[in-house]
Every structure is written in C-alpha cells, then in structure tokens.
T-cell receptor
Framework: AQSVTQLDSHVSVSEGTPVLLRCNYSSSYSPSLFWYVQHPNKGLQLLLKYTSAATLVKGINGFEAEFKKSETSFHLTKPSAHMSDAAEYFCVVISSGGYNKLIFGAGTRLAVHP | KAGVTQTPRYLIKTRGQQVTLSCSPISGHRSVSWYQQTPGQGLQFLFEYFSETQRNKGNFPGRFSGRQFSNSRSEMNVSTLELGDSALYLC?????????????FGSGTQLSVL
C-alpha cells in the first residue's frame, strides 16, 4: 500500500532563509507524488507533482522538490521564504486504486517570521 | 473561469440529522472527488465520481454517500450524523482522464455536529 510520512509537524523559518519540508514515501511501484498547500480558510492548491519524468520538479512560487528513490524521499524546498509562504503543506501520493484517490500526509505547518 | 464552488460554506447540525453538501466543478471537468479533513485524522478520501458513476470509494461507513448529476455537479449526503462527523469537507474536480492530473479544490464546507 502507498503512504507518505511528513517528518515535521511544524517548521519555523525567518523571512529570506531557506525552507525544507521533509517527506518520505512508501510505495510498491514508482509513485506519483505531489505537494499541496493550504492557506487558512482556503482550499488546497497544487504546488508541484512528480510523475516519473525529471527527478527535480519545479513548482509554483519558487518551490521545488527532488525525488530520491534510494532514500524514498520527496522533500520540498525553497531558497528564500516569504511571509506569504506561511501555510500548511501536504505531501501526497496517489493510491494504487487511482481515480484521484489521494493519500495525504499529516501536514507540516510552516511559520515564517520577519 | 470560475473555480470549484462548494455550498454551503458553513453548516451546523445536531446528532441524528442528515445533511447534503453540494459541489459545482470547474466547467468541463467530469471528475469530482470528496475528502474529509479533521484535526485528528487529517485528510481522507471519501469517494470519486466520473460521468455520474462512482469509480472509487474510501473507507467510510455507508452513512456517507454521494452522487453526480449529468452536468457534473455532485452532492454528498451524510445520514444519522455523529459528533465525529464534524469536519471540513472538501470537493475537488479534474478533467477525469488521468489519475495523476491536477485536482482543483474548493474552499470546503465546514460542518459542525452538536
């Protein structure tokens, strides 16, 4: 069965410093992986997705993630945090059942301080 | 292009009642999926519909049901409400042709069961 584990429930950074949100996955085959972001009182927005093409995936708002099969990881990074990045981030894998059945990690709440 | 619209935005019910939530997908999208978000369980997949047919279902009791109409609008129904059904219910739509395609989420319906 597919699953994802987000290693940090809360991450706090200063504005202008790098962001690293960690995610490990478990899958019996090559997975499709996503990062979604949820701002307060808003729906989820797709940041980026990996579907077995390039291992380094670039997303919106300066975020990127690297798929590392040897480490079963899909960490999300951004070189310089902005105040508007404060939100909850979810690492997601598609279930083997497909058809938009997404399996979400528990989420990482990112706080950005001035 | 209008986004995914969920109504109502907030709902308060009492135990034992039933509730119907509505989701209007982005024009042209034929797949609608539903997720439940709670602080304890996180985001969990409920079910997915495509062209009025349920293609996939999560691990929820039969009190949770849904349907999709010919115009792709979808409703989900929860009968005999329990306190634990209090949650944010999110709807997502996509074109429906590929399980790894981008999902567009609505802002959700916040259900409180008293």
């Amino acid at each position: 069965a597919q699953s994802v584990t987000q290693l940090d429930s809360h991450v706090s950074v200063s504005e202008g410093t790098p962001v690293l949100l960690r995610c490990n996955y478990s899958s019996s085959y090559s997975p499709s992986l996503f990062w979604y972001v949820q701002h307060p009182n808003k729906g989820l927005q797709l940041l980026l997705k990996y579907t077995s093409a390039a291992t380094l995936v670039k997303g919106i708002n300066g975020f990127e993630a690297e798929f590392k099969k040897s480490e079963t990881s899909f960490h999300l990074t951004k070189p310089s945090a902005h105040m508007s990045d404060a939100a909850e981030y979810f690492c997601v894998v598609i279930s083997s059942g497909g058809y938009n059945k997404l399996i979400f990690g528990a989420g990482t709440r990112l706080a950005v301080h001035p | 292009k209008a986004g995914v619209t969920q109504t109502p935005r907030y709902l308060i019910k009492t135990r034992g009642q039933q509730v119907t939530l509505s989701c209007s997908p982005i024009s042209g999208h034929r797949s609608v999926s539903w997720y439940q978000q709670t602080p304890g369980q996180g985001l969990q997949f409920l079910f997915e519909y495509f062209s009025e047919t349920q293609r996939n279902k999560g691990n929820f009791p039969g009190r949770f049901s849904g349907r999709q109409f010919s115009n792709s609008r979808s409703e989900m129904n929860v009968s005999t409400l329990e306190l634990g059904d209090s949650a944010l219910y999110l709807c997502a739509s996509s074109l429906g042709g590929d399980s790894s395609e981008k999902l567009f989420f609505g802002s959700g319906t916040q259900l409180s069961v008293l």
